[in-house]
């Protein structure tokens, strides 16, 4: 903490932060900094130039900072610019306007939408910036849309809406973290591609990626391996299937597939092998320096310059300058500074799952594998290289383990197993790569090499798809929250600052943090046991609500099956860490929580004429009945109508709520429906 860049990168972090929960204007931003700088100065120059050592001149110089990274936040974000498009007139009257788009990045596609990061260059004849998500119908697409493609679209502008059900995935806020507000739907005759007027660095690099593309393919790479490939040396994972993507994940070797430290690193080795003999030439290290620094970002170029690349190469960038200038005698300097200038140019990486992932790996790898290492003397080289990369690795999970669970509640317990078997191989499985790539492009690819690498990457993926089966060894549905993984990350901070120096003072320090943790515990413990609620999930063609009492929770189903991927109660389970779950059938018409009852009425439209107030109906299924009478007679104090119901339907049923005065709650629309005690 007493290096300057951690400082200024801790204070950066801390301005980011409150740029990003808090609305301020850019004239404001602007007034506050130019101030903040010229009030500065004058300190500096009329009374503490001699006495540097000034906490008031010290505090100042943070503060300064603090409100460079509320300025990089707040000047970067497109929505704070009278330019973007979410600002335009007919966009808030909901009106359609021509819309001239230009892709900017190829997103995974699902059954029916190929998805595009879309940037928003021109609504009528009004300039405009900022990025849209477009979905267009896979049977509308007659041409192939790459980056750079230019469509002239008719079509009405979305928000993204919330996820329906709580604790599921929230799209619209991992949207938002990339700036993207809103979305297209794009149908046949609904847009035109155009002539696009400009290459940009993406679209000349996706350019190459399709040749490399195309010369595998007639080399005959199909299916997973090519996909694999584009993953792996491409840095585009949009291809690889979900299944692939599960299998990766359960074997806790999901970062293979991502171009990232690991990756840069090989190569870095590679390059810096490949110029060492320019080191006998008169500045020669400094020129071997320049080519690779070159290279490497003409390779994060050409791997789409996404987030994992992007910090990967800035990393190894600086840390291949401290090699050339022999200072890597603090590595975690040199961490620091790649991202103070990462965040400092791009500011929401700090909200990128990835970037946290691989800045806490990395720090884990650099201060724990040591110790570890140093635990055990191994016999001889083969098993030394063996324990060197267990002992990375379980650094490394250290490291992550607390924000892996907390982002994706679980673990993979044969982690190690997977890094044991494929990170010996990968230098070598990298470096074929690039070389089945550049003879597949000048058409000199051997058929032999071709189908032995094919066969490689194919045997990767069954050991990894074999690893991840093991469920018995994969923890799931790990329940944790914010406050907890921070508490953890606390715990282990100082328990191996007390190994490393086993002082007294240390040891308290360590002993408060698992008190603090219990406390977390017992208090999340009281807060699970006093809680209850009635909610009404939104599942499509299908109708479940449930009532919970504190740990207990009974969930009613309308049919015996339920479809595992999109279950909402798993979900639920894993965010509120529930246990004790009863499920059973809705036979019953009339449910009670509390003093409010409630009325299911499904498709036979049948109910008892007999009943307790207040009464909240439930409609599923789409049952045919008069609402108007049903209001008049029954007099509900609300109407809730879920995912099984048909659309016309609801539109009606809305219609007749309106005219009656009566609270409408529709689940698709809103979301789920809770009443909590």
């Not at 994706?408 to 494929?422: E, K």
Request: with cysteine.
């Amino acid at each position: 903490m007493k290096f300057i860049p951690v400082q200024l990168t801790f204070f950066l972090i801390i301005g980011i932060l409150i740029g990003n929960y808090f609305q301020f204007s850019n004239v404001f931003i602007t007034q506050s900094l130019f101030g903040l700088i010229l009030f500065f100065g004058i300190i500096y120059f009329l009374i503490l130039k001699k006495k540097r050592g000034n906490s008031f001149f010290n505090s100042l110089f943070f503060v300064i900072t603090i409100f460079i990274g509320i300025a990089t936040i707040t000047f970067q974000n497109s929505k704070n610019s009278i330019n973007y498009y979410g600002n335009n007139i007919e966009i808030s009257k909901n009106e359609n306007p021509l819309i001239y788009l230009r892709i900017i990045k190829i997103l995974k596609a699902n059954k029916y939408y190929q998805k595009f990061e879309v940037a928003v260059i021109q609504l009528d004849t009004t300039k405009t910036i900022g990025k849209v998500l477009v979905n267009i119908q896979k049977d509308s697409i007659e041409a192939e849309l790459g980056i750079d493609a230019v469509l002239l679209a008719k079509a009405h502008f979305k928000t993204i809406p919330n996820p329906k059900n709580p604790y599921s995935f929230n799209y619209k806020k991992y949207l938002a973290n990339k700036q993207i507000y809103y979305q297209l739907t794009l149908y046949k005759n609904q847009y035109k591609k155009l002539t696009k007027n400009e290459i940009t660095l993406n679209g000349l690099a996706y350019s190459v990626r399709s040749k490399i593309n195309k010369s595998l393919q007639k080399k005959g790479f199909k299916n997973n391996e090519l996909a694999v490939i584009n993953a792996l040396l491409l840095g585009q994972r949009n291809t690889v299937s979900s299944d692939l993507l599960k299998s990766y994940a359960g074997a806790g070797a999901i970062h293979i597939l991502a171009v990232s430290g690991l990756h840069i690193g090989v190569l870095l080795l590679l390059l810096t092998w490949l110029f060492k003999p320019l080191h006998n030439l008169k500045n020669g290290k400094t020129y071997a320096l320049i080519i690779i620094v070159i290279l490497l970002w003409l390779y994060a170029i050409l791997a789409g310059l996404s987030a994992s690349v992007v910090r990967a190469v800035a990393m190894f960038t600086a840390i291949a300058i401290s090699l050339n200038v022999n200072r890597l005698s603090n590595i975690y300097n040199v961490l620091i500074i790649s991202m103070f200038f990462l965040l400092l140019f791009h500011p929401i990486y700090l909200f990128d799952v990835g970037f946290q992932l691989s800045y806490l790996a990395v720090f884990a790898i650099v201060w724990l594998q040591p110790k570890f290492y140093k635990l055990i003397k191994m016999p001889n080289w083969i098993f030394d290289k063996l324990w060197q990369l267990f002992t990375v690795s379980i650094a490394a999970q250290i490291g992550i383990l607390p924000l892996s669970s907390y982002y994706f509640h679980q673990f993979p317990g044969l982690f190690f197993v997977a890094n044991l078997i494929i990170i010996p191989f990968l230098g070598i499985i990298l470096i074929t790569g690039i070389l089945v790539i550049v003879l597949s492009l000048l058409n000199i690819l051997p058929e032999f090499l071709a189908k032995l690498y094919s066969f490689i990457i194919h045997f990767m993926n069954e050991i990894v798809a074999f690893i991840a089966n093991q469920h018995q060894f994969l923890i799931q549905n790990i329940s944790i929250s914010f406050a907890v993984m921070l508490c953890f990350y606390l715990f282990v901070l100082l328990f191996f600052k007390y190994v490393e120096k086993q002082k007294f003072n240390r040891l308290i320090l360590v002993f408060f943090s698992v008190i603090f943790l219990q406390i977390l515990f017992i208090y999340e413990k009281h807060k699970l046991q006093t809680v209850n609620e009635f909610i009404v999930f939104n599942k499509t063609k299908s109708s479940i609500f449930g009532i919970r009492n504190g740990e207990n929770f009974k969930v009613y189903l309308s049919t015996n099956k339920l479809n595992k991927t999109s279950n909402p109660i798993n979900s639920y389970l894993v965010g509120t860490g529930l246990k004790n779950i009863e499920i059973s059938l809705q036979k019953s018409k009339l449910y009670q929580f509390n003093t409010v009852n409630f009325l299911r009425i499904d498709s036979l439209g049948l109910y008892p004429s007999k009943f307790k107030k207040p009464l909240v109906i439930i409609l599923q299924k789409s049952p045919k009945i008069n609402l108007e009478r049903l209001l008049i007679t029954l007099k509900p104090t609300t109407i809730i109508v879920d995912g099984s119901n048909y659309k016309s339907y609801v539109v009606n049923w809305k219609k007749t709520c309106i005219k009656y005065k009566t609270p409408f709650y529709n689940t698709m629309q809103k979301g789920v429906f809770k009443i909590i005690n």
